[in-house]
């Protein structure tokens, strides 16, 4: 889904809030020609049950910038709780009672030419309402990318850098021009790394089995999640292991995992189906724990989330929880 923001909508640039069509950059500005910003994304989901806003896991994804932001050398002059609280006041002056997505970024903001950088930094937050990102309740096809995910020691692919991400563009335009849903990129080494906007899981032999973080894979908040629920609920054993491409034509269940697309199960690679290409029952019983976790239904993953609104029923179904537990 492509989400389009209202030039009405509240925004955070500059340390004032401010509608989004006031929130303008130079022409010249350092990221705007040579890509250096680090963003994050971060959902917030409506519980329909509660009549509650819950931003999920922000707090991670606020530490997570701040650490990538370092990878560039820019600052972000805000601790990650006072950026929670920024999220939350930012959410609450648009008056908005819908999914949503949050979208940090901080760059290089001097306006001259020449790449070498210097200590200007600015940073914005903009919320939008959004929706599903891929349409994957039945499964997706996706597709071995003929790019190669970035290396370390060229971008590293642990941050959200913005230049990072032609690598992702070129491979999801070539993905879906070629009639699949999603590219997984392989890395400089010929093994699976990720897709282009999500991690990737596989499951063999009744194993969970992810790329490890140093081969050239995003450190994604939803992995961490989806290997809780995993570990803790299904009591699966997680690997993190190097994965030959040839391993997602056998392997019995195969899935992605993003703040966008949530966890996306994989049904065909390649054209070939996985498994029997329906949806496989450990990945169908993630999406559902995931599900279930992100609008605060399961009291021991409410840690995961910040109530934006804080309702009075969800205080009370809150408040019934802990006096349960
Ligand atoms: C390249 C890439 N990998 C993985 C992810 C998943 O990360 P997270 O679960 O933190 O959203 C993303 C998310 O945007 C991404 O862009």
Same mark, same amino acid.
């Given at each position: 889904?492509?989400?389009?923001?209202?030039?009405?909508?509240?925004?955070?640039?500059?340390?004032?809030?401010?509608?989004?069509?006031?929130?303008?950059?130079?022409?010249?500005?350092?990221?705007?020609?040579?890509?250096?910003?680090?963003?994050?994304?971060?959902?917030?989901?409506?519980?329909?049950?509660?009549?509650?806003?819950?931003?999920?896991?922000?707090?991670?994804?606020?530490?997570?910038?701040?650490?990538?932001?370092?990878?560039?050398?820019?600052?972000?002059?805000?601790?990650?709780?006072?950026?929670?609280?920024?999220?939350?006041?930012?959410?609450?002056?648009?008056?908005?009672?819908?999914?949503?997505?949050?979208?940090?970024?901080?760059?290089?903001?001097?306006?001259?030419?020449?790449?070498?950088?210097?200590?200007?930094?600015?940073?914005?937050?903009?919320?939008?309402?959004?929706?599903?990102?891929?349409?994957?309740?039945?499964?997706?096809?996706?597709?071995?990318?003929?790019?190669?995910?970035?290396?370390?020691?060229?971008? %590293?692919?642990?941050?959200?850098?913005?230049?990072?991400?032609?690598?992702?563009?070129?491979? *999801?335009?070539?993905?879906?021009?070629?009639?699949?849903?999603?590219?997984?990129?392989?890395?400089?080494?010929?093994?699976?790394?990720?897709?282009?906007?999500?991690?990737?899981?596989?499951?063999?032999?009744?194993?969970?089995?992810?790329?490890?973080?140093?081969?050239?894979?995003?450190?994604?908040?939803?992995?961490? *999640?989806?290997?809780?629920?995993?570990?803790?609920?299904?009591?699966?054993?997680?690997?993190?292991?190097?994965?030959?491409?040839?391993?997602?034509?056998?392997?019995?269940?195969?899935?992605?995992?993003?703040?966008?697309?949530?966890?996306?199960?994989?049904?065909?690679?390649?054209?070939? %189906?996985?498994?029997?290409?329906?949806?496989?029952?450990?990945?169908?019983?993630?999406?559902?724990?995931?599900?279930?976790?992100?609008?605060?239904?399961? %009291?021991?993953?409410?840690?995961?989330?910040?109530?934006?609104?804080?309702?009075?029923?969800?205080?009370?179904?809150?408040?019934?929880?802990?006096?349960?537990?």
């Amino acid at each position: 889904m492509k989400a389009e923001a209202d030039p009405n909508v509240i925004v955070y640039f500059n340390g004032q809030y401010m509608p989004l069509k006031d929130a303008n950059v130079s022409i010249l500005t350092h990221a705007l020609h040579y890509g250096t910003g680090v963003f994050e994304g971060i959902r917030a989901n409506w519980d329909e049950e509660s009549k509650e806003l819950f931003v999920l896991r922000p707090l991670e994804h606020y530490q997570r910038w701040k650490l990538n932001c370092g990878i560039l050398r820019i600052d972000v002059p805000r601790t990650a709780e006072e950026l929670c609280a920024i999220t939350q006041e930012l959410i609450r002056r648009n008056d908005f009672h819908s999914n949503l997505y949050v979208r940090p970024l901080a760059y290089k903001c001097a306006e001259r030419i020449g790449v070498a950088t210097d200590d200007r930094d600015a940073f914005a937050i903009v919320a939008i309402p959004f929706g599903e990102y891929l349409h994957a309740e039945e499964g997706i096809h996706a597709g071995v990318s003929p790019w190669r995910r970035i290396d370390d020691n060229a971008i %590293p692919a642990r941050g959200k850098i913005c230049g990072a991400y032609v690598n992702s563009a070129l491979a *999801s335009d070539e993905a879906r021009r070629c009639g699949f849903d999603e590219a997984i990129l392989l890395n400089e080494s010929g093994h699976v790394a990720e897709g282009a906007t999500c991690n990737l899981f596989m499951v063999r032999k009744g194993k969970l089995i992810t790329p490890a973080v140093t081969d050239n894979v995003l450190e994604g908040i939803t992995r961490d *999640s989806v290997m809780e629920l995993a570990r803790r609920e299904l009591g699966l054993d997680i690997v993190e292991r190097t994965i030959d491409r040839s391993e997602l034509y056998i392997c019995d269940e195969l899935f992605l995992t993003g703040t966008a697309v949530g966890i996306a199960p994989v049904v065909r690679v390649d054209h070939r %189906p996985v498994k029997d290409a329906a949806l496989g029952p450990i990945t169908r019983r993630l999406a559902h724990l995931y599900c279930e976790a992100a609008r605060g239904r399961l %009291p021991v993953y409410r840690r995961w989330l910040q109530p934006v609104y804080r309702t009075a029923a969800a205080a009370q179904s809150m408040a019934v929880e802990k006096s349960v537990a």
